[in-house]
């Protein structure tokens, strides 16, 4: 079946400019992490969303960044007034009930190039 | 607050030789403990993955060993070749916070 999605693929946005990115999971996965990954480091964890649950913002760098997962599926991370160390991949993962397994599947990413 | 380190950033072995990439985990509530490929441009993928309850766990030419009183887990990656080359990282996972701390990854080149 399909995977992870996310669109767009690169963004190139001046700063100062607020830019949504889209991530579409895996279908009936309930839970969806969002993570940032820089140039040559490792995956940082901006938030996680379980089913219909509070997400857990507690990854989130400040306060211009903002997530939103609607009907239980889709998620919209959105950086408003974007830096240029906002440059980075953004990544999204979904995986299935997490009580059954630990998995994680990732979206290809989008390239936020912040000028 | 939690972490994961992860040795060697860089590793280079020639073509047939192993591999082996080792981290150290903080949290001793974490319960799964997976390993990621990443080629270059590319998404992260899982390549084997451990749950606490197991002390070895291996998949053709990749293994995974724990030591929960240590807190450290090592990916073995033997008879290496070219396509091996990639970033691995690790990530424990703790099932009490859903959260997925990861390591900051070991570029591996393996030469022909």
């Known amino acids: 079946g399909a995977g992870v999605s996310q669109s767009p693929s690169n963004k190139v946005t001046e700063k100062g400019k607020d830019v949504e990115l889209r991530c579409d999971p895996i279908s009936g996965h309930t839970a969806l992490y969002w993570y940032r990954q820089s140039l040559g480091q490792g995956l940082e964890f901006l938030i996680y969303?379980?089913?219909?649950?509070?997400?857990?913002k507690s990854g989130l760098p400040s306060d211009r960044f903002s997530a939103e997962r609607t009907g239980g599926s889709v998620s919209t991370l959105t950086i408003q007034r974007t830096q240029q160390e906002d440059s980075a991949v953004y990544l999204c993962a979904s995986s299935p009930e997490l009580l059954l397994t630990y998995e994680q599947y990732f979206g290809p990413g989008t390239r936020l190039t912040v000028t | 607050g939690e972490n994961v380190e992860q040795h060697p950033s860089t590793l280079s072995v020639q073509e047939g030789d192993s591999a082996v990439i080792k981290c150290t985990y903080s949290d001793s509530a974490s319960n799964y403990f997976p390993w990621y490929k990443q080629e270059l441009g590319k998404r992260p993928q899982l390549i084997i993955d451990i749950r606490s309850n197991v002390g070895e766990k291996k998949d053709q030419r990749i293994a995974v060993t724990l030591n929960k009183t240590a807190k450290h887990f090592s990916l073995h990656i033997t008879e290496t070749q070219p396509e091996d080359s990639a970033v691995y990282f690790c990530?424990?996972?703790?099932?009490?916070?859903?959260?997925?701390?990861f390591g900051t990854g070991t570029r591996l080149k393996v030469l022909a």
């Open positions: 990530a424990a996972f703790t099932s009490g916070t859903y959260k997925y701390i």
């Open positions: 969303f379980q089913g219909n649950s509070a997400p857990d």
